[in-house]
C-alpha cells in the first residue's frame, strides 16, 4: 500500500539507517556535499554516520518521476549543477531523499544498491562542494562591528552612519575559499605600528578567526533584475557554516579608504555540509528590532533570523600533540545579527547585479553581547590587550602558527531533533619570513 509522503521536517519521523541522537545529520536535516573514498567525487548527502550517494540512486532510476533530469544534476564532480536547478527541484529532491531513507522504506534495499550507495563518513574524504563563483562578505552583527569600530576608531563614533540603513559588505576572493580541513598558511602583507612613521613587510602578527555563517545562491533572474526580498528564499540554495580567517594587523593598515583586501583574502573556510533552508525553516525567529526602519526594499513581513548555536573551540599546538581537547572560547548564536540573509541577498541585488549557481554570501562575523559570545580573538582579547589563557598555560593574544580552530554550528531544542552544520576546522602553518 502506498502511504502519502510525511512533511520531511516531522520531528517524529526516523530513518533505517542508524543515527545518534545527539548526531548533527538525522532525517530531517539532510544536508548536500562532494565526497570521495579513493576515487572520483561523488555528490552525497549525510545520514547518521553514513554518505548517501547521489549519483548511485540516480543512475538507478530512483528520483524518478519526481526529481526531474535526476542523472545530470549529479554527473559533474560539484553540486553547482544541483544548486542551479531551482527551488521546485531542490524540495523535490529533499522529499524523495526523505521518503527514501523514513523508517520502513525498502526500495534502496530492494533495488540492491544499499550497500554501495551508503558508505561511512568517516571513510570518505570530504571536499569543497561547489565551485565558487562570486563571493560577498557582510558585516551584519551589531555588537562586532560596534566593538570593532571601538577598537580601530577609538575616540570615535563606533557605527559609521551608513551601517543601521543597509547591510556593508565587501567583495572577497573565491579562489581562496576552501574546505574544512584545509590548512592556512600564515599570510604576509604591509603591517605598520602605531609608534612607527612607516610599514614594514612580513607575517601577520595578528591572525585571526571570523564566525560567521553563509549562504550558497542558485542562479538569479537574470542581468538588471533586483531580487525581491520575499523572495529571497527562491535563491538560497543552502547555508553553511564559515570562517573568514582575516590578519588584523594587515587589515587595519590597508582598509582606509576602500576597506578589507590583502588582510582577507588569503583563505576562508567553508564546511563541506550544504543545510538547506526547508531544514532550517523550524527554526526561524524573530531578529533583533531595526531602528531606524529599513528602506523599503529591505523590509520583511516576517521572522528573518535563524536560532542558530555557534561555538569556537581552540587547540594550540602542545594540546594537538598530547591528544588534549581543546578549548571551547567562543559561544554564540545567528539570531542575534542585524541584517538577514534574506536582506543581504536583497541588497546585493538591488542595482542589478546578477547571482550565479555556487557564489558564496558569507555575515561577517557573528557575536553577540556578552563577551563570551565574541566571534573573533580581536573581541575576545581586545586586541590582545586580555589574553586567553588555555588549559595547558599558554595565552593567546591572537593565533599562533600550530593553533587548530574548530567551529560548529546547530539548531536544537527539546522538541526536534538537532540538526547541525558539521564543523569548519583549520590549522595554522608558518608563512614566509618576507
Known sequence: MNHPPRDPNDPVLRSWVPSSASGDFPIQNLPYGLFREGGPAHPGVAIGDFVLDLRALAAAGLFAPSVANAPALFAEPSLNALAASGRATWRALRAR????????????????IAERALVRRDAVEMLLPLAIGDYVDFYSSLEHA?????????GSEPLLPNWRHLPVGYHGRSGTVVVSGTPVVRPAGQRKSPDVAAPDFGPSRMLDFEL??????GNGPG?????????????????????????????????QPLGPFLGKSFATSISPWIVSLEALE???????????????????????????????????????????????????????????????????????????????????????????SYGSMIELTWRGAQPLTLSDGSTRGFLEDGDRVTMRAFCENDARPRIGFGEVSGTVLAGGTG
Open 97 to 112: 531523499l526523505s521518503e527514501l531513507l523514513a523508517e520502513g522504506n525498502r526500495e534502496l534495499l530492494e533495488a540492491g
Open 146 to 154: 560596534t566593538n570593532l569600530g571601538k577598537i580601530l576608531r577609538p
Open 212 to 217: 560567521e555563517m553563509g549562504f550558497v545562491t
Open 223 to 255: 542581468l538588471g533584475v533586483p531580487i525581491a526580498i520575499e523572495h529571497a528564499s527562491d535563491f538560497i540554495f543552502g547555508a553553511v557554516l564559515v570562517n573568514d580567517w582575516s590578519a588584523r594587523d594587515i587589515q587595519a593598515w590597508e582598509y
Open 282 to 372: 523550524p527554526y526561524r525567529v524573530r531578529g533583533p528590532a531595526q531602528e531606524p526602519e529599513p528602506l523599503e526594499y529591505l523590509r520583511e513581513r516576517e521572522p528573518r533570523s535563524l536560532d542558530v548555536a555557534l561555538e569556537v573551540n581552540l587547540a594550540s599546538d602542545g594540546m594537538v600533540r598530547s591528544g588534549a581537547p581543546p578549548q571551547r572560547i567562543s559561544r554564540g548564536n545567528m539570531r542575534s545579527l542585524y541584517w538577514s540573509m534574506a536582506q543581504q541577498l536583497a541588497h546585493l541585488t538591488s542595482n542589478g547585479a546578477t547571482i550565479r549557481a555556487g557564489d558564496l554570501c558569507a555575515s561577517g562575523t557573528i557575536s553577540g553581547s556578552d563577551p563570551s
